[in-house]
């Protein structure tokens, strides 16, 4: 069965440090991974999708994300965290065989001091 | 015009009552879904559609029903409403299979 582990609900870094979120998933097949960013009243945005071609996946605002088979993970990175990347980070896993389930970790929700 | 709209946004209502929240997309897809979001717990999958004459059940669909009147519309009720499905409520649709998700920006439902 699939599952997907975010490393740490909460994260707090300074304006201009790096941003890593560590996202772990189990699944019997390599998967489709996702990365979303939720801001406040906000619904789910889509950051970056892993799908089997590039390692290193380059997603919207900056961020990018590396899927490691031999870690089972998918940590997403930004060189430079600016205020407006506070938020909540969700990643995702969806099976690529004969179910279809996308499953979504806890999420981690981002500080940036200033 | 957002891809995605649920109405409405916020809603109070008392144990017991029928609420129905809707949705409706403009991408076009097949493929539309509820989640649940509750705060530590991430979003879990209430009903999923991948066509207008097919519905499933998702993770924790007692207590819900779902309708898809077309496939730009797919609502979600809770038939006697509890305290605990006090939670937000997320519609979303996708084109297939590892394309990912566009969410509408939630229901915030509170059951007193």
């Known amino acids: 069965a699939q599952s997907v582990t975010q490393l740490g609900s909460h994260v707090s870094v300074s304006e201009g440090a790096l941003v890593l979120l560590r996202c772990n998933y189990s699944?019997?097949?390599?998967?489709?991974l996702f990365w979303y960013v939720q801001y406040p009243n906000q619904g789910l945005q889509l950051l970056l999708k892993y799908t089997s071609a590039a390692t290193l996946v380059k997603g919207i605002n900056g961020f990018e994300a590396e899927f490691k088979k031999s870690e089972t993970s998918f940590h997403l990175t930004k060189p430079s965290a600016h205020m407006s990347d506070a938020a909540e980070y969700f990643c995702?896993?969806?099976?690529?065989?004969?179910?279809?389930?996308?499953?979504f970790g806890a999420g981690t929700r981002l500080f940036v001091k200033a | 015009d957002a891809d995605v709209t649920q109405t409405p946004r916020n809603r109070i209502t008392k144990t017991g009552k029928r609420i129905m929240l809707e949705c409706s997309q403009t991408k076009g897809h097949d493929r539309m879904y509820w989640y649940r979001q509750d705060p530590g717990l991430g979003l879990r999958l209430i009903y999923y559609s991948f066509d207008v004459k097919d519905i499933n059940k998702g993770e924790i669909s007692d207590g819900y029903s779902v309708s898809r009147q077309a496939q730009a519309k797919f609502s979600l009720s809770l038939e006697s409403a509890i305290p605990n499905q006090t939670a937000l409520y997320f519609c979303?649709?996708?084109?297939?299979?590892?394309?990912?998700?566009?969410f509408g920006s939630g229901t915030r439902l509170t059951v007193v």
């Open positions: 995702a896993v969806s099976d690529r065989g004969g179910g279809f389930k996308t499953i």
């Open positions: 979303a649709t996708s084109e297939a299979r590892g394309y990912g998700y566009t």
């Open positions: 699944s019997s097949v390599p998967p489709y």
